[in-house]
């Protein structure tokens, strides 16, 4: 076998099952390095893709009998406004438009075209399909991040987060977390990644600043602190700290309630929404030097100087900075068009984009958006070469998660060109409140507690995760490691919103560790073996908020995000022996076994009530 040439051993390679491939890379690290072949992966990706799935789906149902295909026309609905005449045939029984008339050439180009169909990436990105695999496929393991514990309390009480923000290294990845508490402190948890060299942060607690830095108050008031952070419209200042010292830089007013930052990043100036106004933050400028705003605010004339623009409307929510070609800035919230700022003639409004839905969370793509009319599998009349130039066309396309009425809108606007794409049949049930790109593929969060990936046609299904699967059994997290499959019942005493939406947790917050930029080594995909030897695999996690305050490392895989570190050096803290893990085990156990027995009470209480035999 070593001497066999390299194109030989991935044919091989082809013929084996998944779980022999991961096992023939131990044996060397010539099989680990063709083991992590990126053609291999991104075809083990695509056999498995809802894309295939609906080829081989379609293929079989173009060789049904005729008297078959009848009997499943009388069973389906009839066609919307919005299929296309692909779909129609499909529904009618009526046989695909054919390339060949060889069943077996057929069936290669079919393939072919639904490949390059599903293909995530695109010309100038070096996506990591073996990353890819393990993302689609392996469990979902959450890492909850240690809050400090409340002080002068007998409760095994912790603070919760009220926001969090991310520093990042000279290679653009995440390094480092930065959340304010309710008790007005700041802390700073290292979450760098581990390579052969370094074991990584494992989200140790670095820093936290004194109690009521924030809020101005003393630091044993903690009760005022929380109010103050925790009360919605109560923040209207803006807080400059010292990473390094943990101390108050400078403090500046503003005339409305603070309810939206956009990133910081190197020479981009951060934007402030306030409720009526957006600003641009001069850290030069210590002073308010505009004035408030009126009753009846009006969006500002282009032409008039002004430090800050007014809105019509009340409530953004995200600012995304669109930094080419031309610096521009995008705000969304509870009104139902996206408005669109020139950074450099700020106020002026370049224009607005209606969504009829209210946004929550804006984010961006690198890359331009593939219409719909380029669906290869859709539209047989479209070539491969129209795909390919618009493909390799230059681009950014934003992401907005939205709610449009009561149910989740996951929408994508393709720019320069306005090419908008609204997912609001099967995204969720309920609103949606973050979303982020995700190596090849987008994540989204909604009311429900689910975290949700889909291929960047923002409508194939790839996997859904509820983080109330994964919630530690107490409140501050305490570096827990929660697998997906430990969920327990439903009930009014559980905090799974599996089976009642609306119950348990949810996630405000989606900051990927890898963020996907333009540059072909912007994705965290490994270029060759080196890399691989100074990085390990299955580093592009996502950072969680939550509603509860809780911080979280999301990864994937049987391992532990954070690292396989069990002990907590911040404290000092060692290894538990074998008997106070069995023991803490059992209790665990022992609270399951409880909670799931109060939640068949429950729910045989919620029974009897609905059949009216309960006041």
Not at 121 to 139: K, S
Not at 239 to 245: A, K, L, Y
Not at 578 to 585: L, N
Not at 596 to 613: C, Q, T, Y
Request: a negative charge; hydrophobic letters at 35%; aromatic letters at 6%.
């Amino acid at each position: 076998m070593d001497r066999l040439p390299e194109e030989v051993i991935l044919h091989i390679l082809g013929f084996l099952k998944v779980p022999d491939i991961v096992h023939l890379q131990a044996v060397s690290s010539r099989y680990l390095a063709l083991g992590r072949d990126n053609a291999l992966w991104k075809t083990e990706c695509f056999v498995d893709s809802r894309a295939e799935s609906l080829r081989r789906r379609n293929m079989l149902l173009g060789m049904q009998d005729v008297r078959i295909a009848e009997l499943r026309n009388a069973v389906t609905a009839l066609p919307g406004p919005d299929l296309t005449a692909w779909d129609v045939s499909q529904l009618r029984g009526s046989p695909q438009p054919r390339a060949s008339n060889d069943p077996a050439a057929e069936a290669r180009i079919q393939r072919a075209r639904a490949f390059a169909n599903w293909e995530p990436g695109y010309p100038d990105e070096r996506l990591d399909y073996y990353d890819e695999y393990v993302h689609r496929h392996a469990p979902v393991k959450v890492a909850w991040l240690d809050l400090p514990k409340a002080q002068a309390s007998d409760k095994e009480e912790y603070r919760e987060a009220t926001g969090c923000a991310t520093l990042d290294g000279e290679d653009g990845n995440v390094n480092h977390l930065v959340a304010p508490l309710d008790d007005g402190s700041i802390c700073i948890w290292d979450v760098s990644n581990r390579s052969t060299s370094m074991a990584g942060g494992r989200g140790r607690l670095t820093a936290q600043s004194r109690p009521g830095l924030l809020t101005g108050t003393p630091p044993d008031d903690t009760e005022k602190s929380h109010i103050m952070m925790t009360e919605t419209g109560a923040v209207e200042s803006l807080h400059e700290v010292d990473i390094n010292t943990l101390q108050l830089v400078s403090t500046k007013t503003y005339p409305w309630p603070i309810t939206a930052l956009s990133e910081a990043k190197q020479t981009t100036p951060l934007t402030i929404g306030t409720n009526w106004t957006v600003h641009l933050h001069d850290p030069r400028d210590s002073a308010l030097t505009s004035p408030p705003p009126t009753t009846n605010p009006e969006l500002l004339n282009p032409s008039t100087t002004s430090s800050h623009a007014t809105l019509a409307q009340p409530g953004p929510l995200s600012i995304l900075h669109d930094p080419s070609p031309n610096p521009s800035i995008w705000l969304a919230g509870r009104f139902t068009s996206l408005l669109h700022y020139d950074r450099r003639a700020f106020p002026r409004l370049l224009n607005t984009l209606h969504s009829g839905a209210r946004i929550a969370s804006l984010s961006s793509l690198p890359y331009p958006l593939i219409p719909q009319s380029l669906d290869l599998v859709r539209n047989p009349e479209t070539g491969l070469s129209a795909l390919a130039v618009a493909r390799s066309s230059p681009g950014t396309t934003i992401l907005a998660a939205a709610e449009y009425k009561g149910k989740g809108s996951l929408e994508l606007y393709g720019l320069p060109r306005v090419q908008p794409y609204q997912n609001r049949q099967t995204a969720s049930a309920s609103k949606l409140l973050a979303v982020a790109p995700h190596g090849g593929r987008i994540v989204f969060s909604d009311g429900d507690g689910n975290l949700k990936w889909v291929e960047r046609d923002g409508f194939s299904h790839v996997r859904t995760f509820n983080i109330n699967e994964a919630l530690p059994n107490g409140s501050g997290g305490g570096g827990q490691e929660v697998s997906g499959e430990d969920a327990s019942a439903d009930g009014i005493w559980s905090s799974t919103a599996g089976g009642m939406p609306g119950q348990g947790d949810i996630v405000q917050k989606i900051t990927p560790m890898h963020p996907v930029f333009a540059s072909s080594t912007g994705t965290g995909a490994a270029s060759g073996l080196g890399e691989r030897q100074r990085q390990d695999v299955n580093q592009s996690n996502l950072l969680l908020w939550t509603g509860d305050g809780r911080l979280g490392v999301l990864g994937f895989g049987p391992g532990n995000p954070l690292g396989e570190d069990q002990w907590r050096e911040e404290v000092g803290v060692a290894a538990e022996s074998t008997e106070q893990r069995a023991k803490g085990d059992a209790e665990r156990q022992y609270g399951m076994a409880m909670r799931r027995a109060l939640e068949r009470n429950a729910d045989e209480v919620r029974f009897v009530r609905g059949l009216g035999m309960l006041m």
